[in-house]
């Protein structure tokens, strides 16, 4: 931190100045002003965090200098200093929005607290900034995963709110409104090796789809993923126009024919280019983006496996729609975030919902078949496997007696019978691994506590002890508050005060030793912070031992 001092009385100024240890506060520099108008020359030459003003100054005021300085910075944090007990200075010393108010002559003790606390402040700010700083940067150099990511989850059938929806796709910058009609075009590499490992296989990838921009770029806008089945998935809409409804038929086949001609192009780029063979399905049917993403993706994988099949370099061109009731499926079992994915993030709430709602499928269409029983039986118990194995246990350990059914082909006849075994082991399951994330949770507690009775006389900061522990400092704020109910500031400032009243016991202990092993800086801050605590000052309750 930078701090400026400025007062017409130099004896003022240097004093302040030169007889604080700053450099214990954080303080890095001190400059001198002894004007106002000498004070925002420094301004603007340095980069002031914290700036000590008279208020009666000749020429320009504190006041009136603070209001400069905040046409210059608003991040400048200002105190006013005053002889006099004006209330008038008050009430525009808080419009100003300073930092702090000191009566003169300045108690140094006060005037050390005032700057810590600004110093903390500052910290804060910092810190947010860093995070939020760092954050921004994370997110551009994630984009394109981002938005490959989202698509996915749309394809996926993923329930997102319209509006949040269009709050992504701005804030990843999509060349897509939520209001556009698109149609999609997949596109299959026909010449698989298994030779090639994971690295080559990225690097073709993006290949093509820096191919495919670069072929469509003059008429379309594409947005793609990759599927679950390897194939690159392509949105496309019109370019450089907003298309809020759908085409009559005479402009549909302009575009018709210009996606052919492209998809064309593709083909032989890719081929000339990279060796490679491609097989395309353009669905030519342009649907609202927020709303039918999924029948369009299933068009376009059902035209795969009609039209194209083992045909290489092949282009298919469907516009019907696929039949996506599958009837004759189980679908709440597979639908994303899947059973696994909820338990293994600890939400054990959309956990239950989620087998709610299989059993209700199941007791609506699939009540009196065997076979869909053993199919949800066999599914779940894999999830339930699964999540107990990746805890370091084997599942049948776990939940006693309820693992024999885990020994039988065919464990249950009945819905019911199915239903009441899942939940009971469910409940199991999340009965044990919560006992564990609070023992856990216990555990840091205790190495936070340990951390601060160790350090007094130094850093327990919430960075330093975030650090020890290997967890975020917001993280770890907020655990220890749900687990202890106080904050670490609290516990910090307890463990002090209590080490302080031990120490006060010893009759032969100096003031300013005890200060120095409990990690203040100055004798006058301690005996100020003991006396807000304790409503006495250390040398009053020595007294009175």
Known sequence: MQLLIVDDHPGQVDSMALTIPWM??????????????EALET??????????TDIRMPGMNGLELIHSVRMISEKIRCV??????????????????TAGYLMKPVDTAELIALIEQIRNELREEWNVKEVYHNAMYTLRENIPFLRSQLLMELLQGRPIKHSVLCKKMKALELPFE????????????????????????????????NMAEEVFIETFNLWYCKDVNGHLVFLVSLKNEQLYKPLHEQTNEQYRLQLKADVEELQKKTRTYLKRKVSVVLVNRWVPLSEQIVPLYHSAIAGIRKHIGNEQQFVAIVSE?????????????????LLQHLMETGRWDIAEERLELVFMELSAKWRESPEYLSEAFFFITGTFMRISHKNGKQLQTMIGDYGKKLQQNRPFCSLNQLRDWVFHVFHLLQMELQKEQNDSKMTVIERIQAYIEKHMDGDASLQAIADHVALHPAYLSKVYKVETGMG??????????????????????????????????????????????????PQEFKLSQ
């Open 24 to 37: 214990d506060y954080g303080v890095e520099a001190v400059y001198k002003a002894y004007s106002a108008n």
């Open 43 to 52: 301004i603007k030459k340095q980069d002031i965090d914290i700036m000590i």
């Open 80 to 97: 006013l200093m005053s002889g006099f007990s004006d209330f008038e200075y008050a009430k525009q010393a808080i419009q100003y929005k």
């Open 178 to 209: 939520c209001e556009d009609y698109v149609c999609m075009m997949v596109i299959r590499m026909d010449e698989e090796s298994a030779a090639e490992d994971e690295a080559q296989l990225s690097l073709l990838e993006y290949a093509i789809t």
């Open 321 to 337: 729609t696929a039949e996506t009731t599958r009837m004759g499926s189980l679908q709440t079992l597979y639908e994303p975030p």
């Open 488 to 537: 670490i500031s609290e516990y910090v400032m307890k463990v002090k005060m209590e080490k302080a009243v031990e120490l006060l016991q010893n009759k032969k202990e100096k003031i300013y030793n005890i200060a120095r092993q409990l990690g203040y800086q100055t004798p006058h801050y301690f005996i100020r912070v003991f006396k807000k605590y304790y409503g006495v000052t």
